[in-house]
């Protein structure tokens, strides 16, 4: 029908319109005859049902209307892949995310574009705003959100994707039904992700996940952790979380596996979300003679943390993943009291690094188009998501879901963080060497800058203890 | 510079007054006058899907599932007397339910959506059962909070997926049967609710909210009735919730989110408390405006709450009462 | 077990610094500013970005705040409230409204090209640096600091609304308010007062303590409903009823985080408000209007 052109707003206006004058005609219709009585003041003037409100009303549909039609309108020029990007724009790691992508769709629409067949055509971003990460949010409207993309946008693909892990998982389902190619590429980490799609393959063969998931990660900080007994003889951990669900199933994982390890977890501490003030914390550390601080922790308020052990020269060495720690400000904002800790940036290319010859030209394209370095998860996953999508398209040689499917799954890029491949569940394989997998990222604050220490192949500097901790 | 004074005066209609009562049948003119909005609103709904692409179709869904807490709350709040202003309680218990069942024991959803809407409207009146000796203000807040707190609890017990959630329930079979199953159960609710307040039932709901010593000393008991309104009202509800967790076949925590209470709210006040249609109306112009307004990212709420202010601030008996006005009676302006 | 006394104590009075002007606006004079979260934020946001951006020295910044907050608690009365004065439900929804404007429209300024308050750099520097013992546990003078203008505002605010002029008009108009009128009270007058008044206390809570912490806007939420909670639980207009109120959630969630596990803190402090208005919907010292709450 002609009218689904339209974009529904328009629609709406002149529906709006159409409804509110039919009203008018049939009342004043209706109303044709004065009362008799009220002759004596004049003939009565028929009102149509008022002005203000509907005329408020219509104003209203018809700003947004052509707000829609304009939105419509920009899609006509040249002839662009067209990619959707769901992207919780109020998070920190979804405007990395969202800087990643438009990075690398810049960069790729300047050589030329993708070659689909024998044509080549440009990337066009769809970004919505999911706002995934804000409380008060259902996960129905973000579900709603990506349908915008599919049904409306009627984009190619999907990349970026919810992060929130209830959302996430909810798109796995919504993806299957309308059978369309989704890279999960900015943040989701819940290793639920991979054990659903190992559940049912084929239905769930259209999504992907490029970012990382928190199984890995977890391996790594043991390793990390294991080079660390190796070269300074420390055996014993105090472990500090966010009282959130995901921190506590993470650290009893990281606990079990540490104790196996060799580890003696000589204390605990979980404290409420927005705590403010860990100094008991930091004190039962010390107490327990602890020589590694391991810490799960993502409000911005851990930087008190860092300030206290800091000022209170607490002998054990923070690790783990700190998310304000990640963000390059975290020097400054804590006057250079976040000095030797360590955190997890998630992906190899955050910082300077010679694992691959890309992961420098990365770092500094993104520092001239952003005027900032790359903050953390995020950046480069999504970065790498084009890249990955130009790549699978050139071999498929269309956009048919299928084809584009069976490309995915042979795809063998270097990139930023090293190899990238996916292993039979769709996920991108993490691992020490960039030759045939994807490196993770530790880095620790040394003299103002993050240097990365961990994994080997892409490390730049050695791990420092504190002058109150050396013996 | 004349020091005429002019006055609005609001007479009623003709027609409207020859409807009243008996003559309403008098000939087809009074009986159009009177069918005429109600047909609108029945033809306009249910003539709408088609018209719309496929995305228009979902977004008339998530507006319909808003709409059935906000009859919920015009009901309770203007017909009952309870100002109940946990509408997540409602969504969050039935989506809750009709999941558990889909999910743990594997009905499918022609079965999970009615029981869900049962099972979750006696929880939903056990839980605001304690909370009806209290009135006006501090109902409202304690039912707010109820929502918070059924998350928390939720997550500190660990109870069907905590912060996951469940995904992967069995959703309904067609896009148009989605629509118009929503749309149906709307319409009924608002025609059997209209019809409800007319009755013996709503009589006594009505006195109970204008006084409710009054009805108390009639040897009616207060609290029975005030049950049965709940339950009347979480029925509605939960069949939104019942309904969403199979439309995206999930069940999670933000199935409590806050949006779930303040949108209808919202929606009840736009459209107009007290007149059943207004806060479906309302609904329905929130959720597309709100959708409408996507494009402006971090904007979006804010405009949206610059709509709500608007609303209350100029018009505070909303759009729905406006209409009526102007549809029962005309204006004019006359000297003084 | 010190820790868990000393800190509780502690959270208590920033849960009562928190209220304490909600409670003068909505509990002494009836008028609900549900916008108190975001003004809190609003000013610790202006304090913080007048120290970055412009410069200013920080005492200075924070009286430009506390004056900043006190407009807007004016232009909130003059444009939204005095129009519905006399409807709690339209009140109540109109001032949320107002709130989730200010909020909401703090997310879309950013620094680094960020938009929102993403980064640690919102942080409000302490007035105090440095930390003393106190039985043994250690505290940061900042927190003294809050405890010690928590202490010295309750008495000041309850000598106002007792024996000043001002004070007792307040009370007066949220009594009765014909009764007011006709002895001279100006209505519309008293509530932009309490509303500026509260705004004012507002701002100073945020200035206080906000340095403990980061700036952000899910702040905002958990204070309005912090002060809600302390409000109601304690008895609307009774300040002897908020200050007991805040020293029992305080101690309630300190106190349940210690032996439950910090899990349970929301748990227990959304169910002691629950309890509370079940038992006494009054409030635990309220006395007004018993027979009006309950069937």
């Given at each position: 029908m002609g009218l689904c052109r339209l974009p529904d707003t328009v629609f709406v206006t002149l529906a709006t319109f159409v409804l509110f004058s039919f009203f008018g005609f049939f009342t004043a219709m209706i109303a044709g005859r004065?009362?008799?009585?009220?002759?004596?003041?004049?003939?009565?003037?028929?009102?149509?049902?008022?002005?203000?409100?509907?005329?408020?009303?219509?104003?209203?549909?018809?700003?947004?209307?052509?707000?829609?039609?304009?939105?419509?309108?920009?899609?006509?020029?040249?002839?662009?892949?067209?990619?959707?990007?769901?992207?919780?724009?109020?998070?920190?790691?979804?405007?990395?995310?969202?800087?990643?992508?438009?990075?690398?769709?810049?960069?790729?629409?300047?050589?030329?574009?993708?070659?689909?067949?024998?044509r080549r055509r440009p990337f066009r971003l769809e970004i919505i705003d999911t706002r995934d990460e804000e409380p008060g949010v259902p996960t129905s409207e973000v579900l709603l959100a990506i349908e915008k993309l599919i049904l409306r946008s009627k984009v190619d693909l999907v990349a970026g994707g919810p992060c929130m892990s209830e959302c996430g998982m909810a798109a796995l389902d919504l993806f299957a039904r309308y059978r369309k190619l989704d890279l999960v590429s900015i943040g989701c980490y819940t290793p639920s992700w991979d054990e659903k799609v190992s559940r049912d393959r084929h239905k769930y063969r259209f999504s992907f996940r490029e970012s990382g998931s928190v199984?890995?990660?977890?391996?790594?900080?043991?390793?990390?952790?294991?080079?660390?007994?190796?070269?300074?003889?420390?055996?014993?951990?105090?472990?500090?979380?966010?009282?959130?669900?995901?921190?506590?199933?993470?650290?009893e994982i990281v606990e079990t596996l540490a104790i196996k390890d060799g580890w003696k977890i000589v204390g605990k501490d979980v404290h409420p979300?927005?705590?403010?003030?860990?100094?008991?914390?930091?004190?039962?550390?010390?107490?327990?003679?602890?020589?590694?601080?391991?810490?799960?922790?993502?409000?911005?308020?851990?930087?008190?943390?860092?300030?206290?052990w800091a000022t209170m020269e607490v002998p054990a060495l923070p690790v783990g993943f700190i998310g304000a720690a990640e963000d390059p400000g975290f020097w400054e904002a804590t006057d250079g009291q976040c000095a030797y800790s360590i955190v997890t940036l998630s992906e190899t290319g955050n910082v300077p690094t010679r694992a691959t010859p890309k992961a420098m030209e990365f770092h500094h394209a993104f520092r001239r188009r952003w005027n900032v370095p790359p903050r953390s998860t995020g950046c480069v996953s999504a970065y790498e998501a084009m890249y990955v999508l130009k790549d699978a398209i050139e071999r498929a040689g269309s956009l048919k879901e299928e084809a584009l499917i069976s490309a995915l799954e042979k795809t063998w890029l270097e990139a930023v963080r090293g190899t990238i491949r996916f292993d039979e569940n769709h996920q991108v394989v993490y691992g020490y060497d960039p030759r045939t997998s994807v490196l993770g990222c530790w880095v620790q604050w040394q003299d103002g800058e993050r240097v990365q220490v961990f994994p080997d192949a892409a490390a730049m500097g050695e791990i420092r203890l504190p002058p109150w901790m050396k013996r | 510079m004349s020091t005429r004074k002019l006055r609005k005066r609001?007479?009623?209609?003709?027609?409207?007054?020859?409807?009243?009562?008996?003559?309403?049948?008098?000939?087809?003119?009074?009986?159009?006058?009177?069918?005429?909005?109600?047909?609108?609103?029945?033809?306009?709904?249910?003539?709408?899907?088609?018209?719309?692409?496929?995305?228009?179709?979902?977004?008339?869904?998530?507006?319909?599932?808003?709409?059935?807490?906000?009859?919920?709350?015009?009901?309770?709040?203007?017909?009952?007397?309870?100002?109940?202003?946990?509408?997540?309680?409602?969504?969050?218990?039935?989506?809750?339910?009709?999941?558990?069942?889909?999910?743990?024991?594997?009905?499918?959803?022609?079965?999970?959506?009615?029981?869900?809407?049962?099972?979750?409207?006696?929880?939903?009146?056990?839980?605001?059962?304690?909370?009806?000796?209290?009135?006006?203000?501090?109902?409202?807040?304690?039912?707010?909070?109820?929502?918070?707190?059924?998350?928390?609890?939720?997550?500190?017990?660990?109870?069907?997926?905590?912060?996951?959630?469940?995904?992967?329930?069995?959703?309904?079979?067609?896009?148009?049967?989605?629509?118009?199953?929503?749309?149906?159960?709307?319409?009924?609710?608002?025609?059997?609710?209209?019809?409800?307040?007319?009755?013996?039932?709503?009589?006594?709901?009505?006195?109970?909210?204008?006084?409710?010593?009054?009805?108390?000393?009639?040897?009616?008991?207060?609290?029975?009735?005030?049950?049965?309104?709940?339950?009347?009202?979480?029925?509605?509800?939960?069949?939104?919730?019942?309904?969403?967790?199979?439309?995206?076949?999930?069940?999670?925590?933000?199935?409590?989110?806050?949006?779930?209470?303040?949108?209808?709210?919202?929606?009840?006040?736009?459209?107009?408390?007290?007149?059943?249609?207004?806060?479906?109306?309302?609904?329905?112009?929130?959720?597309?405006?709100?959708?409408?307004?996507?494009?402006?990212?971090?904007?979006?709420?804010?405009?949206?709450?610059?709509?709500?202010?608007?609303?209350?601030?100029?018009?505070p008996e909303g759009l729905l009462k406006v209409l009526e006005r102007k549809y029962q009676q005309f204006e004019r302006r006359e000297e003084v | 077990m010190e820790s868990v006394l000393v800190y509780g104590t502690i959270n208590s009075i920033i849960f009562?610094?928190?209220?304490?002007?909600?409670?003068?606006?909505?509990?002494?004079?009836?008028?609900?500013?549900?916008?108190?979260?975001?003004?809190?934020?609003?000013?610790?946001?202006?304090?913080?970005?007048?120290?970055?951006?412009?410069?200013?020295?920080?005492?200075?910044?924070?009286?430009?705040?506390?004056?900043?907050?006190?407009?807007?608690?004016?232009?909130?009365?003059?444009?939204?409230?005095?129009?519905?004065?006399?409807?709690?439900?339209?009140?109540?929804i109109a001032s949320f409204a107002v709130g989730l404007i200010i909020l909401e429209g703090l997310r879309l300024q950013g620094i680094g090209g960020f938009k929102g308050f993403i980064g640690p750099n919102y942080v409000l520097k302490p007035f105090v640096d440095g930390k003393i013992e106190v039985l043994g546990v250690f505290v940061d003078s900042q927190r003294l600091l809050v405890v010690g203008v928590g202490l010295v505002l309750a008495p000041v605010l309850w000598a106002?609304?007792?024996?000043?002029?001002?004070?007792?008009?307040?009370?007066?108009?949220?009594?009765?308010?014909?009764?007011?009128?006709?002895?001279?009270?100006?209505?519309?007058?008293?509530?932009?007062?309490?509303?500026?008044?509260?705004?004012?206390?507002?701002?100073?809570?945020?200035?206080?303590?906000?340095?403990?912490?980061?700036?952000?806007?899910?702040?905002?939420?958990?204070?309005?409903?912090?002060a809600l909670a302390v409000c109601i639980v304690g008895g609307l207009g009774n300040w002897a009823g908020t200050v007991l109120a805040s020293f029992l959630l305080g101690f309630a969630m300190k106190v349940s985080t210690h032996w439950f596990g910090a899990v349970w803190e929301s748990v227990v402090l959304v169910g002691t408000i629950i309890l509370v208005l079940l038992v006494k919907p009054s409030g635990l010292l309220g006395k007004q209007k018993e027979l009006e709450e309950r069937v």
């Open positions: 004065t009362p008799a009585g009220l002759r004596r003041h004049g003939r009565p003037r028929d009102s149509s049902p008022g002005t203000v409100v509907p005329g408020l009303l219509a104003g209203t549909w018809i700003l947004l209307g052509g707000l829609g039609f304009l939105q419509a309108d920009a899609a006509q020029n040249g002839d662009p892949i067209r990619v959707g990007a769901p992207i919780p724009r109020a998070s920190n790691y979804g405007q990395n995310g969202e800087r990643g992508m438009i990075l690398a769709v810049e960069e790729i629409n300047e050589s030329g574009g993708v070659k689909v067949g024998d199984r890995w990660y977890v391996r790594e900080a043991l390793d990390l952790l294991r080079r660390m007994k190796e070269r300074f003889g420390f055996e014993t951990l105090f472990v500090s979380i966010d009282d959130s669900l995901m921190c506590r199933r993470a650290s979300i927005a705590s403010t003030d860990y100094s008991a914390a930091l004190t039962e550390c010390r107490k327990s003679g602890a020589q590694i601080l391991f810490l799960w922790a993502y409000s911005p308020e851990t930087s008190i943390l860092m300030k206290q | 609001r007479v009623d209609r003709g027609i409207h007054v020859r409807t009243r009562g008996l003559y309403a049948l008098s000939s087809y003119r009074e009986m159009a006058y009177l069918l005429a909005p109600r047909l609108f609103l029945l033809v306009g709904l249910l003539g709408l899907p088609p018209a719309l692409d496929l995305y228009g179709q979902r977004v008339l869904c998530a507006a319909a599932v808003f709409a059935m807490p906000a009859l919920a709350f015009d009901f309770l709040a203007e017909y009952v007397g309870l100002v109940c202003l946990g509408g997540a309680l409602f969504i969050g218990f039935g989506g809750y339910a009709a999941g558990f069942l889909n999910a743990r024991l594997g009905l499918s959803p022609v079965l999970t959506i009615p029981l869900g809407t049962l099972a979750g409207a006696c929880l939903s009146t056990l839980v605001i059962l304690p909370c009806l000796r209290l009135r006006g203000v501090y109902f409202a807040m304690v039912t707010f909070m109820i929502p918070l707190f059924a998350r928390h609890v939720i997550v500190a017990l660990g109870l069907l997926g905590s912060t996951e959630g469940i995904t992967g329930l069995d959703t309904l079979p067609d896009p148009l049967i989605e629509i118009y199953v929503i749309l149906a159960a709307v319409l009924a609710s608002l025609f059997a609710l209209r019809r409800l307040v007319n009755e013996d039932l709503g009589l006594i709901l009505r006195g109970i909210k204008e006084n409710d010593q009054a009805v108390a000393a009639s040897g009616i008991s207060i609290l029975r009735y005030r049950v049965l309104a709940v339950f009347i009202a979480s029925c509605i509800g939960c069949f939104a919730g019942a309904y969403l967790a199979h439309l995206y076949g999930w069940l999670g925590l933000s199935l409590f989110a806050m949006d779930f209470s303040i949108l209808p709210i919202a929606a009840a006040v736009m459209g107009g408390t007290g007149t059943l249609a207004g806060p479906v109306v309302g609904a329905f112009l929130l959720t597309s405006l709100s959708e409408a307004l996507r494009g402006f990212g971090q904007l979006r709420v804010v405009l949206y709450c610059l709509v709500l202010l608007a609303f209350i601030l100029y018009k | 009562a610094l928190n209220a304490i002007g909600f409670s003068l606006v909505y509990g002494v004079s009836r008028v609900p500013n549900f916008a108190h979260g975001s003004i809190y934020v609003l000013a610790g946001f202006v304090a913080w970005s007048l120290v970055n951006d412009l410069g200013l020295p920080y005492p200075l910044a924070v009286a430009i705040a506390l004056a900043f907050s006190a407009v807007i608690g004016w232009g909130i009365h003059r444009l939204v409230l005095r129009r519905l004065r006399g409807l709690p439900t339209s009140e109540i106002f609304t007792h024996h000043t002029r001002l004070g007792l008009s307040l009370r007066a108009v949220a009594q009765d308010e014909q009764a007011a009128m006709m002895l001279g009270v100006h209505s519309d007058r008293s509530a932009l007062i309490a509303m500026v008044l509260g705004s004012a206390l507002a701002g100073l809570a945020a200035v206080l303590v906000l340095p403990l912490g980061n700036v952000t806007c899910e702040v905002g939420y958990q204070v309005l409903i912090y």
